[in-house]
Each structure stands twice: as C-alpha cells, then as structure tokens.
C-alpha cells in the first residue's frame, strides 16, 4: 500500500512562477492578444480543470506554462535534425498539455511531423482548450496509452511499415522511425525497474541512425537512491479519472543520478549486443521548489533535476 501524502489544494499564489518569457510563448503559441488579466483568469481557470483529472504537482506549480523542452541541451541537437533529414518524426511521451510541442512547432517542426502521446487524453483536450486551438488548426496527432502496454507498444516483432502519421492510433507504427523523442517530468514517476523499462521501449522507437536522440528532463539526485528528503505526492485522478493507470510501489520517489543515468544507457539499453554505440549527456541542476510546504520537505533539504539527452554516435 502506499502511504504517500494526498495532494495539497490549488495555491493561486504560485502563479507568480509564471515568468515573462513564459507568457511570451503563451501569446504567441495561443495566438492572443489578451490582457495580462484576460490571461491569468483563463490559466487559472485550465489549472483548476486539470487538477480536477489528475493532482499532479506540476500543474499545481504551472509548470503547463512554461516550454521546458526549450532550456534543453537535447532540444537543439533535435532540432538539428530538420537541416539533415527529411520529414523527421518528432515524438512526446508524456505530453500533458503539449505545451513543450507547441514550441517546437513555433521553431519550425511541421505539426504534421509530430506524435505526441499521453495516458490521458483529457490533458491534451485541455491543452487545445488552453491554447485555444483545435485539431484542425493545430494537426498534431495524439495517441492516448500507456507506453508499458504491449498492446499499445508492441515492440518485439521488429520495424513495422511506415503509415501515414495522422492514422495511427498506437505507438507500435512507430518503431525504429523516430528521429527525436522527448519526454520530461515522467521517468521519476516510476520505480527504478520500470524506468529500465521505459528506457527500452523508447529506445526501441528510435530510428537507428547517427544523430537520433532522445532527450528530458526528470527529478534526480546526485547519488542514485530514493528522495528522503521529502515524501511524494499521491496524483490522484477524481470522480471518474480516479484509476490514473499508475501503481506507486513506494512511499519515496527513486531517482537516478547523472552516473547511472548514464550506466543504465550505456550498459542496460544499448549495450554490447547493440549494432551502435550511444553518447550520453547528462547535467544535475538544483531545483527551487516553493509549492513544496515547509512541514513536508526536511528542513535545508535540496531538490535536484537532471537535463539528459541519449544520441546515437
């Protein structure tokens, strides 16, 4: 049984986590000319929908917001991969609200290059709702399911033949046809076993070719080992969201460190019974956490993300 703490209540005040920069992308990835007020009432207004699907701490924070993929070393070799290839397939697990694809089409990936995939797809109706787009006006194609399903990737009978993007409705068409993968704020969801897993799997979407990436960013710590310092959150869904799909087997979140990060890469994934070799980045930044309470977290305690990409040589 898990004995994680129940979500806290929406705090309006964390709003201020919102930067310019992040209202910037907003309005442009919006199309809106809005008033700053206009703005934040319509925020405020998606944050309480969404938590109402499932309590996760970044929507609490507004993390929905800001394009992270954007601060990622990754993203830039990715979106190198436009100038070398042709029609590159840009895939997001993980999506949410799929503000983190809205800026890689605002810098020039086509819509119609791009899959994005989540366990729900309440997320990504609110992210149009957000955005105020539709799927005509905005063509990315989502696939809703959970990428530990077989039956939602099935990756053990090799590459499938190539289907138009539009039409899929899983990920197994996918497989070694991705030239970048993102997918942030999700591998420290899961235990230490099934972040191998996830690993494996989306490697097995990679295109294997010199260049293909993928590339996050999740919570770590500087050696590997459970986060202590404070107790998880339970992201529970509500109503009829309440099954979230997930099982947590433990109280405290695992977390990787930059070295096994790499090892488990390197050794587990692609390792010596792999045809190519990977190169594997991964950077430990410390993290300020104010939606965190001070009666949860261990006094002076640190909280720490890894930025990481995973690209063949």
């Not at 005040?13 to 700053?36: Q, W």
């Not at 609490?60 to 070799?77: H, M, N, V």
């Not at 989306?202 to 919570?219: D, R, T, V, W, Y």
């Not at 019974?273 to 009666?295: G, I, M, T, Y």
């Amino acid at each position: 049984m898990s004995t994680r703490l129940p979500a806290p209540s929406l705090d309006p005040s964390l709003y201020s986590n919102i930067t310019n920069s992040d209202l910037d992308f907003f309005r442009h990835a919006a199309h809106t000319d809005d008033s700053d007020h206009q703005i934040k009432q319509h925020i405020l207004t998606i944050q309480a929908k969404a938590y109402d699907v499932c309590s996760y701490p970044c929507i609490r924070r507004f993390a929905f917001i800001r394009p992270k993929i954007a601060s990622l070393p990754g993203y830039k070799k990715a979106l190198e991969l436009l100038n070398t290839r042709t029609d590159p397939i840009l895939v997001d697990i993980g999506c949410c609200f799929g503000n983190d694809i809205r800026k890689a089409v605002l810098d020039g990936w086509p819509a119609e290059n791009i899959v994005a995939s989540d366990l729900r797809r309440e997320f990504w109706d609110i992210g149009h709702e957000l955005f105020k787009s539709t799927p005509k006006s905005y063509p990315v194609n989502f696939v809703q399911g959970n990428i530990f399903d077989d039956a939602f990737l099935s990756f053990g009978s090799g590459q499938s033949e190539a289907v138009p993007l539009n039409t899929i409705t899983t990920l197994t068409p996918l497989i070694h046809r991705v030239s970048a993968i993102h997918t942030s704020s999700l591998f420290h969801l899961f235990s230490e076993n099934d972040q191998l897993a996830l690993a494996r799997r989306l490697a097995a979407l990679l295109l294997p070719e010199k260049g293909s990436i993928i590339f996050g960013q999740h919570g770590a710590r500087p050696f590997k080992g459970d986060r202590v310092e404070a107790p998880s959150f339970l992201a529970a869904g509500k109503g009829e969201h309440a099954d979230t799909g997930l099982t947590f087997e433990h109280q405290y979140m695992f977390c990787h460190s930059p070295e096994s990060w790499r090892q488990l890469w390197t050794e587990q994934v692609f390792g010596p019974d792999q045809p190519f070799r990977v190169k594997v980045e991964a950077e430990l930044n410390e993290e300020e956490r104010k939606d965190l309470h001070h009666s949860v977290a261990v006094a002076g305690s640190k909280f720490w993300v890894m930025s990481w990409s995973v690209q063949i040589l």
